[in-house]
Nanobody, 115 residues
Framework: VQLVESGGGLVQPGGSLRLSCGASGFTFSNYAMSWYRQAPGKGRELVASITNAGGTTNYVDSVKGRFTISRDNAKNTVYLQMNSLKSEDTAVYYC?????????WGQGTQVTVSS
């Protein structure tokens, strides 16, 4: 199983970024996917999740209305569209897959929100 995130970078407050996570090594369309983040000095936090077919999404309260998780099962890719970014969104963002019995993580992509 491999998860590869991309799309992070430096953005000004109020800006937008779209993160992507390409998956391989398992039947992507069978499993829910999640995005987590870890800010400096803090624990890893669940940001958003999406069911296998994309019909149900969930978000942590702090990103509701600003972030959108989506997936393209034909491309084995999950996305996180982040709008109206704030300094407190600065973190390493990780893609996560739970394949029964095992949790897989990507390597993470840095998002820095700063003027």
């Amino acid at each position: 199983v491999q998860l590869v995130e991309s799309g992070g970078g430096l953005v000004q407050p109020g800006g937008s970024l779209r993160l992507s996570c390409g998956a391989s090594g398992f039947t992507f369309s069978n499993y829910a996917m999640s995005w987590y983040r870890q800010a400096p000095g803090k624990g890893r936090e669940l940001v958003a999740s999406i069911t296998n077919a994309g019909g149900t999404t969930n978000y942590v309260d702090s990103v509701k209305g600003r972030f959108t998780i989506s997936r393209d099962n034909a491309k084995n890719t999950v996305y996180l569209q982040m709008n109206s970014l704030k300094s407190e969104d600065t973190a390493v963002y990780y893609c996560r897959a739970y394949v029964p019995g095992v949790v897989y993580w990507g390597q993470g992509t840095q998002v820095t929100v700063s003027s």
